[in-house]
């Protein structure tokens, strides 16, 4: 199957499992997770009418973005170090993996040079394994306050990386608690702070992670085949 056949396949996917939760599928988007891939690829994705695309390595962001001839949206999905950040400055629309005040702070310090505003989630270790990044659930108030201070930063939900389960009814629970850990959020008020998105769900999952609440599915191997060994 091409890659626009499985991009289309996906979204048929997608609009099932909102109507088995009662929920409309404008509200679900999809992230084609393009890490190791090549800019064409994703230039096909993007004429097959994709959008958003999500990168994990900031090297190989900086080297393939400039390839890439499509107008696409960037999504920074992996695990970030501090020092890497300016890299990412003005060039990506969303940084889903924000899980501590220092990297919140490097961003925030960033886009100010730029005097702009970054959308970020905050990631959660919900299955707190240690191989796993993310804040845990007992410290997430915390850093959803503090980084709420951080005028450059735009706090608009959630994110996470459940356990890799063969059984993807296994980690609903995972998604389950991403999603009433958003409520409780919400719940706050915390000026400044949304939970509008729910970052999860993957290839073998997403279709849980949707009944489940996700807004933002991230999705590459079920787009691009299989990943190349980096």
């Not at 919400?186 to 769900?201: F, K, R, T």
């Amino acid at each position: 199957m091409s890659i626009q056949d499985n991009i289309e396949q996906i979204r048929r996917r997608i609009a099932a499992a909102c109507d088995r939760a009662g929920r409309d599928p404008q509200d679900v988007h999809l992230i084609a997770v393009s890490k190791v891939k090549p800019a064409e690829m994703i230039d096909e994705a993007y004429a097959a009418g994709q959008l958003r695309f999500g990168e994990s390595y900031v090297q190989e962001f900086r080297d393939k973005a400039d390839q890439v001839q499509s107008p696409v949206q960037w999504h920074y999905i992996g695990a970030l170090q501090s020092n890497k950040v300016k890299y990412l400055r003005g060039r990506v629309a969303m940084i889903h993996s924000v899980d501590r005040l220092s990297l919140a702070r490097e961003i925030d310090k960033q886009w100010a040079k730029i005097d702009e505003k970054i959308d970020v989630l905050i990631q959660v270790n919900v299955g707190e394994e240690e191989s796993k990044s993310g804040t845990t659930a007992e410290d997430l108030e915390k850093l959803v306050r503090d980084a709420a201070q951080l005028p450059h930063l735009s706090i608009r939900g959630l994110m996470t990386l459940p356990p890799f389960l063969s059984d993807p009814e296994d980690v609903r629970s995972s998604f389950r608690q991403l999603r009433e850990l958003a409520e409780g959020i919400d719940a706050l008020e915390i000026p400044g702070v949304e939970m509008q998105e729910l970052s999860m769900g993957m290839s073998h999952d997403f279709e849980i992670a949707v009944e489940e609440g996700a807004t933002l599915v991230r999705v590459g191997t079920a787009i691009f085949g299989e990943r190349l060994n980096r």
